[in-house]
């Protein structure tokens, strides 16, 4: 199976700063990672698949970057709704494993 | 307008067996696998597996292989998961999503169920 390395596990930051997550995947995944937001209590929402692109209807302050093994993912600009839990996902080898979390709260 | 609507909260006794649902609506239910997702309390996501409703042609993740069983009903647009005898390690939320395979020009998973609640608890 691919291990999908999430970091940091946590983070905490203020309302308008840069967010940065990494996700490294122990084997090369292509271009092929999603991630995903999930709110408390709520089922998981795709913001940004095949690595870079925005799912349509998504702020443009999510965005996504990486191929092979290394991927980030960037909010722009914080905002108090993006409270949640971040995921990535790579889909490139059975099974399609999940990194493990970065939970964002809002300092 | 894509729906994943799943069936509601089940309370079971260990071992006893459980089916729950999956229902797709607003596409071609046949033409797109659906992924099971575990998610353990507090804990984080776990892909199970992903079957494909035009042939039942299922891959599971090899964590859950013997241990669940996927399915479906084409004449509904159901999807199934079901298990022949509960642990209390099965209690979890299970979520079902649309999956599209990167070669058909898809995006993974792109739409979600609500989620179904499984507590087993004698």
């Known amino acids: 199976d691919i291990q999908m390395t999430q970091s940091p596990s946590s983070l905490s930051a203020s309302v308008g700063d840069r967010v940065i997550i990494t996700c490294q995947a122990s084997?090369?995944?292509?271009?092929?990672l999603n991630w995903y937001q999930q709110k408390q209590g709520k089922a998981p929402k795709l913001l940004i698949y095949?690595?870079?692109n925005l799912e349509t209807g998504v702020p443009s302050r999510f965005s996504g970057s990486g191929y092979g093994t290394d991927f980030t993912f960037t909010i722009s600009s914080l905002q108090p709704e993006d409270i949640a839990t971040y995921y990535c996902?790579?889909?490139?080898?059975?099974?399609?494993?999940f990194g493990q979390g970065t939970k964002l709260e809002i300092k | 307008e894509v729906q994943l609507v799943q069936s509601g909260a089940e309370v079971k006794k260990p071992g006893e067996s459980l089916k729950i649902s999956c229902k797709g609506s607003g596409y071609s239910f046949t033409n797109y696998w659906i992924a099971w997702v575990r998610q353990m309390p507090g804990k984080g996501l776990e892909w199970m597996g992903i079957i494909y409703p035009g042939d039942s042609d299922t891959r599971y993740s090899p964590s859950f292989q013997g241990q669940v069983t996927f399915s479906v009903d084409k004449s509904n647009s159901n999807a199934h998961l079901q298990w022949s005898s509960l642990k209390a390690s099965d209690t979890a939320m299970y979520y079902c999503?649309?999956?599209?395979?990167?070669?058909?020009?898809?995006?993974?998973?792109?739409?979600w169920g609500q989620g179904t609640l499984v507590t087993v608890s004698s």
């Open positions: 084997q090369s995944i292509n271009k092929y």
């Open positions: 999503a649309r999956h599209e395979e990167p070669w058909a020009g898809g995006k993974g998973i792109d739409y």
């Open positions: 996902q790579q889909y490139d080898n059975l099974p399609y494993t």
């Open positions: 095949d690595a870079s």
